[in-house]
Nanobody, 115 residues
Framework: QVQLVESGGGLVQAGGSLRLSCAAS????????MGWYRQAPGKQRELVAD???????NYADSVRGRFTISRDNAKNTVYLQMNSLKAEDTAVYYC?????????WGQGTQVTVSS
């Protein structure tokens, strides 16, 4: 069982930055693929970025070049650095951990970008 707790969301002006953190329980954090997803009102949840246990990253086209995902296996934490934020980045951001058929979600953190 893995528990995920997100933090770092909030209200920011367009062009600003935020850093989200996701702290995970469990001693096998380093083996999981960790990801950030988001869901805007009336829209489906979508992948923002993910990072493998080996550090390979993947980004949605809409955030590539603006967002950076990273992980610290010693702290069981994954981060999402978000720069040059746009109004369309407004959403609830969810942390995700998955390994084979094991999938876990955090409770979500709200990010609101004012234009």
């Amino acid at each position: 069982q893995v528990q995920l707790v997100e933090s770092g969301g909030g209200l920011v002006q367009a062009g600003g930055s935020l850093r989200l953190s996701c702290a995970a329980s469990g001693s096998i954090f380093s083996t999981y693929v960790m990801g950030w997803y988001r869901q805007a009102p009336g829209k489906q949840r979508e992948l923002v970025a993910d990072i493998t246990s080996g550090g390979t990253t993947n980004y949605a086209d809409s955030v590539r070049g603006r967002f950076t995902i990273s992980r610290d296996n010693a702290k069981n934490t994954v981060y999402l650095q978000m720069n040059s934020l746009k109004a369309e980045d407004t959403a609830v951001y969810y942390c995700n951990a998955h390994l084979s058929l094991h999938i876990y979600w955090g409770q979500g953190t709200q990010v609101t970008v004012s234009s």
